[in-house]
């Protein structure tokens, strides 16, 4: 199972992005998605996460300026990001987990897609 990640980039601190993670291979079901990142010489980080029954977890330091969501036809992960903070800055790596169509469990990590926000 592969994931596609995109919609990182530079943007002011107080600005939005959006970014997105597509789930494709020989899947199953997925029963939970979420979005991770790591700051330089920091560890990574949970982000967000969503179960497929709409459960969502949030760290503290992101509460009320992100938002998780899936398209669970597409397979695809999104979190927008509103009031951005030069914190904020790190690579930004989405999960899945689900069963595969040979009905084995799987983890998958995405390439990662960097965040900049500058102050």
């Known amino acids: 199972v592969q994931l596609q990640a995109s919609g990182g980039g530079l943007v002011q601190a107080g600005g939005s992005l959006r970014l997105s993670c597509a789930a494709s291979?020989?899947?199953?079901?997925?029963?939970?998605m979420g979005w991770y990142r790591q700051a330089p010489g920091k560890q990574r980080e949970l982000v967000a996460t969503?179960?497929?029954?709409?459960?969502?977890k949030y760290a503290d330091s992101v509460k009320g300026r992100f938002t998780i969501s899936t398209d669970n036809l597409k397979n695809t992960v999104y979190v927008q990001m509103v009031s951005l903070e030069p914190e904020d800055t790190a690579v930004y790596f989405c999960?899945?987990?689900?069963?595969?169509?040979?009905?084995?469990?799987?983890?998958?990590w995405g390439q990662g897609t960097q965040v900049t926000v500058s102050s």
């Open positions: 969503i179960t497929r029954g709409g459960n969502k």
């Open positions: 291979g020989t899947i199953l079901s997925i029963n939970a």
């Open positions: 999960n899945a987990e689900g069963v595969r169509s040979d009905f084995l469990p799987f983890v998958s």
